[in-house]
């Protein structure tokens, strides 16, 4: 089994920034070369894509609504994967949340991804 456990959400102002991270364990989680993805779930709405990236780092793929705003990277000795958010706009706020794809390939829906965090509150004021 794999736990992965957000944090860094909080509230901020329109135009700020703020920085998710992830942490990952469990026996199983090192043992693929994994994909890990960044989702977020606004009220009332389904739950969408953000970012994903691959095991090297080397591929990432960003929803086209947070392109050039939002960077996410990983640092595999530490089993934790971020999420870097910038110019913070209201349409931003969501629970955020972390996921472990264990196949091959950059995947944008939830469906293709194994294991979920609990998710974290990210709240953008106007």
């Known amino acids: 089994q794999v736990q992965l456990v957000e944090s860094g959400g909080g509230l901020v102002q329109a135009g700020g920034s703020l920085r998710l991270s992830c942490a990952a364990s469990?026996?199983?989680?090192?043992?693929?070369?994994?994909?890990m993805g960044w989702f977020r779930q606004a009220p009332g709405k389904e739950r969408e894509f953000v970012a994903a990236?691959?095991?090297?780092?080397?591929?990432?793929d960003y929803a086209d609504s947070v392109k050039g705003r939002f960077t996410i990277s990983r640092d595999n000795a530490a089993n934790t994967v971020y999420l870097q958010m910038n110019s913070l706009k209201p349409e931003d706020t969501a629970v955020y949340y972390c996921?472990?794809?264990?196949?091959?390939?950059?995947?944008?829906?939830?469906?293709?991804?194994?294991?979920w965090g609990q998710g974290t509150q990210v709240t953008v004021s106007s």
């Open positions: 996921a472990v794809r264990s196949a091959y390939g950059l995947g944008n829906k939830d469906h293709e991804y194994d294991y």
């Open positions: 990236i691959n095991w090297t780092g080397g591929s990432t």
């Open positions: 469990g026996r199983t989680f090192s043992r693929y070369r994994n994909v």
